[in-house]
């Protein structure tokens, strides 16, 4: 007590006995709690110190005799509770004490201390208050539940399962992790349930020992009773395995902790296989090993090792040292003897001492090659190994003979070849690769790239307008396309073929061949598939493309375009009579009068034989004409072939794009038909195609189609025109002339019908019939001759001879009655071999006249290579005598010529009197025409022989 304190009490001390005081207040003084005692009027009586320091007042304000409410105002002026609660506070407190029962209530001071005050009513009136500071106790509590709190989040959070028994063998905890590791139910698994209970429920969710479980309940009894802190492993539900290990608390309980070794156990068993492996695979490697301790002594070594050095399993005992075990195996013959176990040792240690792992050859007995490594091992020692390299060694000779020959075969490969690895680096390549790009072998070597290879390619200006990166690029390029050819055009002209295949473990080979030969042979084959091999024009397929393209032009984009075909009118005559050179020659030079006579972008082809045709375009038909015109003039010009002038002509027909059409083969036709109509006129012609010529076309095919029936229908008959002798005027025979009596068309002239027989070979049949009837005709005539046209395409048929023979036979016709009368076209076509159909026709005694003669162009030649019996004069130059000063000397000319050769000669188409004498007086021999009489039929030839006899009787 302070020594205020000590007068207060003074004043005290003398209100009673003073003894007592003294040690109340002494006692009072020393309490941990603070006591301050009131009496009925709420004013203190008693207070103690602790109470004072406690609420921080003080004593000279708290004091014997201060009322409670001041005590109250003072407490609150210490900030012990705020100022404006107090006579709430007051009013509460006095209200409660007044309620004569005890109360406890908790404060907490301005100082932080947790303050427990226990008011009480105290007998005989007053009340006391006693505080005791509670903040230490609530601090400690909080403490506990902290430490409560991280002891079962540990406990919950363990890895390994936790169960914890009392001494009563009563569960006191155990952690979720226990439970889930046997599949526990936590309702049965929990606090005070007892041991026994556990293990069955234990037991009952499928965990076990390796005994039964009754027997294995009892023993854990057991152990808890014996205290034996023994580890045990069972087996979980699902076949895990789990280490229990039980430890004994002094107080008598128990702790297990149970632990999942499902994977270690697992991976011990794994190691245990592994190392049972892995002295299964050194005792049966191939290689031989063996590990020595740093004093060269053995450790352990494997099967192999000991039979390559024939060592028994007692000399190679642990321990043995190196130099022993070389001796060893020497005596026992392993080694070949070039060796000494002194050098063998020698040469392992300074091996170890320079840490030279390399291999070494080790030639043994039988020629077997070993090959050994010593390698030092960190923590002392070595380990050798040993492997048998024979086999090995003979691949390797075997593998460079290989490679000596491949080297061989690659220089002499005809195509370049180079091997790159995925970089693009060069692996292999041979000589005709880099001949082939001219290339530096110093340069073209193993390991540099295609990039430089092709940088240094591009130096040597072997590739125009490009540069090395840029071919590099493209290259790489090209390579992510995968397996390709490439064609690379190299400055020189010459074309290389790459072509690159992938190798199976990555990279390229590529080959390099020249094709450039090849290449101009494909071209030539290209050029020559689309040209005229003899005048290198344009042949039909070519034509006919260049046609399409041009039809489509115009169709697109407006124009015209004209197809003239071209067809030579004596292109025959000129090859049977000069050969086929210089009908080759003919060719040519039609080819270049064409050529040289279109523009640049037109089109001259030779379609076959004597056909040409040109595509031009430009103001149509004017331009066409204008060129058709033009050509027919060039071409008609002579030109000299085997020391020759020759004349020969060119017909043309024009078509034109779009009037004509628009579709090539529809085109081709109109031209066709426009030839054909510029030959009907006459040779040296041009025709533009008219609409007409298709029904012209269609009339001649319908034509055609009455003239096939014609003959089965018996619609010809034969007509017969006198043959007159001019000196005498004496019937000599009559010319049988054929006549077509069409049931609807009428009488169809043979100048119309009979070209288009010869067209498609009905004349042959037709021919044989005409003999046939004009034979059986004159049969009955008393020495008269009978004249038999003979078509050109008779000869060229088999048979003529056989067929003529067999007329005459069959009519009973002396052959000196027949006369067969052939024109120029029919030796113009095979001369040779007709000339000789007329020869064996002559020997069959037939006579053979020379028909239309005059209108040729080589009759000459003919009549020396024949010896006709009769030339016949055609009748243009008899029906123009009298305008035609050039007809009059063709007329006299023949005359003349058959004088001399002493052949007859007939004049054609007489009419008139004047046109007789006029013949006459040129030198003819003999007349035919209307003035003697036109042709008239069978049955009335007898009368015109009378009327012929009687106009002779009167000459
Ligand atoms: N204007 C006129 N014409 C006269 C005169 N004298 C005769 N003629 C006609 O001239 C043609 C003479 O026959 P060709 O020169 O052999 O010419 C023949 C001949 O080349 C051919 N031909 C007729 N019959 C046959 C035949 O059976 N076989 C063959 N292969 N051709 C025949 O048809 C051609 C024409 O025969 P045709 O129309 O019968 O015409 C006949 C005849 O009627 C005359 O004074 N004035």
Redesign the pocket.
């Known amino acids: 007590m302070t020594s205020t304190d000590d007068n207060e009490l003074g004043a005290r001390r003398e209100e009673g006995p003073q003894p007592l005081v003294g040690l109340s207040q002494l006692a009072l003084d020393h309490m941990e709690q603070g006591v301050c005692v009131y009496d009925a009027d709420n004013r203190i009586v008693l207070v103690n110190q602790r109470y004072l320091s406690l609420f921080n007042m003080s004593a000279e304000t708290v004091r014997i005799g201060t009322s409670y409410r001041d005590v109250l105002a003072h407490s609150a002026s210490r900030g012990n509770f705020p100022a404006s609660e107090l006579n709430a506070l007051y009013t509460r407190r006095v209200k409660q004490i007044a309620a004569g029962q005890p109360f406890r209530t908790e404060q907490t001071l301005a100082s932080g201390l947790v303050m427990s005050l226990e008011l009480k009513p105290l007998p005989g009136g007053g009340w006391m208050t006693i505080c005791d500071d509670v903040s230490r106790l609530a601090r400690l509590e909080a403490e506990l539940r902290l430490q409560t709190e991280r002891s079962q989040h540990a406990l919950a959070n363990m890895s390994h399962g936790l169960i914890m028994y009392d001494a009563d063998g009563r569960i006191v905890v155990c952690n979720e992790r226990f439970l889930n590791l046997y599949d526990l139910d936590p309702n049965i698994v929990k606090p005070g349930v007892a041991h026994s209970t556990a293990i069955d429920h234990w037991l009952s969710r499928g965990n076990k020992a390796d005994m039964p479980g009754d027997k294995f309940r009892d023993s854990r009894m057991d152990d808890v009773r014996a205290r034996s802190a023994k580890a045990v492993l069972v087996t979980r539900y699902d076949g895990g395995k789990v280490q229990a290990v039980s430890r004994f608390m002094p107080d008598g309980g128990w702790v297990t902790v149970h632990e999942d070794v499902t994977e270690r156990l697992q991976y011990e068993e794994t190691l245990k296989q592994q190392n049972m492996m892995l002295d299964a695979a050194l005792e049966n490697m191939a290689h031989g090993l063996a590990f020595y301790d740093s004093d060269m002594r053995l450790r352990v070594c494997n099967n192999t090792y000991r039979q390559i050095y024939r060592l028994s399993p007692e000399q190679t005992r642990p321990g043995t040292h190196l130099s022993e075990l070389i001796e060893r195996s020497m005596q026992n013959g392993a080694f070949a003897t070039e060796y000494s176990p002194q050098e063998i040792l020698e040469t392992a240690r300074e091996r170890l001492a320079h840490r030279d792992s390399s291999p070494m050859r080790r030639r043994m007995v039988n020629d077997t090659v070993i090959s050994v490594r010593y390698c030092a091992l960190a923590e002392g020692g070595f380990v050798a190994t040993y492997e048998d390299i024979t086999e090995r060694e003979h691949a390797v000779e075997e593998l460079s003979e290989q490679y000596r020959r491949f080297d061989a075969a690659l220089n002499n490969m005809s195509q370049g070849l180079c091997m790159l690895d995925s970089s693009l680096r060069v692996i292999v390549c041979n000589r005709r690769y880099i001949e082939m790009y001219g290339l530096s072998t110093d340069i073209v070597k193993p390991g540099v790239s295609m990039r430089e290879i092709m940088e240094h390619s591009c130096e040597l200006g072997n590739h125009s307008n490009t540069t090395g990166a840029k071919l590099y690029a493209d290259y790489v390029e090209r390579l992510r396309e995968g397996e390709h050819t490439l064609h690379r055009h190299l400055s020189d002209g010459r074309i290389i073929k790459l072509n690159h295949k992938r190798m199976e473990h990555g990279g390229w080979v590529v080959t390099y061949e020249d094709v450039t030969e090849r290449h101009k042979a494909q071209a030539r084959v290209a050029h020559m598939a689309r040209h005229d091999s003899l005048t290198d024009l344009p042949n039909r397929t070519l034509f006919h493309e260049k046609m399409g393209d041009g039809l489509n032009q115009v169709a697109t984009a407006g124009g015209a375009m004209a197809v003239l075909c071209f067809d030579l009118d004596n292109f025959k005559t000129v090859n049977d009579r000069f050969g086929h050179a210089a009908g080759d020659r003919l060719l040519r030079w039609v080819a270049t009068r064409l050529k040289e006579n279109v523009g640049e972008h037109d089109t001259v082809a030779r379609l076959g034989g004597d056909e040409f045709a040109i595509l031009q375009r430009g103001p149509q038909p004017q331009s066409a004409e204008k060129l058709a015109s033009r050509l027919v003039d060039i071409i008609a010009q002579p030109l000299q072939l085997e020391n020759q002038s020759v004349h020969v002509g060119v017909s043309v027909g024009i078509a034109v794009a779009p009037d004509h059409g628009l579709d090539a083969d529809e085109l081709m036709k109109c031209a066709d038909l426009a030839l054909y109509q510029a030959k009907a006129k006459g040779r040296g012609a041009y025709q533009l195609f008219e609409p007409e010529m298709e029904e012209e076309a269609r009339r001649r095919h319908a034509l055609e189609h009455d003239l096939r029936g014609a003959l089965e229908a018996s619609e010809f008959h ?2 017969f ?1 006198p043959q007159v002798r001019l000196d005498t005027t004496e019937l000599t025979g009559f ?5 077509w009596k069409h049931p609807a068309r009428g009488l169809v ?3 119309e019908f ?1 070209p288009l027989a010869e067209e498609n070979g009905l ?1 042959v049949p ?2 044989e019939w ?1 003999l046939r009837t004009a034979c059986a005709t004159a049969a009955p005539w008393a020495d008269l001759t009978v004249a ?4 050109p395409v ?1 000869f060229r048929s088999r048979g003529l001879v056989t067929m003529v023979t067999s007329a005459l036979a069959e009519a009973g016709l002396p052959p000196r009655r027949l006369e067969l ?1 052939v ?1 120029e076209t029919a030796l113009l076509d095979d001369s040779e071999a007709t000339i000789e159909i007329l020869h064996q026709l002559r020997a069959l005694g037939v006579r053979v006249s020379l ?2 003669f005059g209108v040729g162009y080589s009759s000459l030649s003919y009549l020396r290579k024949f010896p006709f019996d009769r030339i ?1 004069i ?2 243009s130059f008899v ?1 123009t005598l009298g305008e035609s000063p050039e007809s009059v000397a063709i007329v006299r000319t023949i005359a003349s010529l058959g004088s001399v050769l002493g052949v007859e000669t007939t004049a ?4 008139t009197i004047e046109q007789l004498d006029f013949v006459r007086a040129c030198g003819c021999t003999a007349v ?4 003697f009489g ?2 008239c039929p069978a049955a009335e030839v007898g009368r015109a022989i009378e009327t012929l006899n009687a106009v002779r009787r009167v000459a």
């Open positions: 034969l007509v025109q010319e049988a002339l054929l006549r002239s043979p100048a009979i004349i037709i021919g005409v038999v046209n003979l078509s008779q009368e024109t028909d239309d016949k055609d009748r029906g054609e188409g007489v009419e035919q025409g209307y003035y036109k042709p």
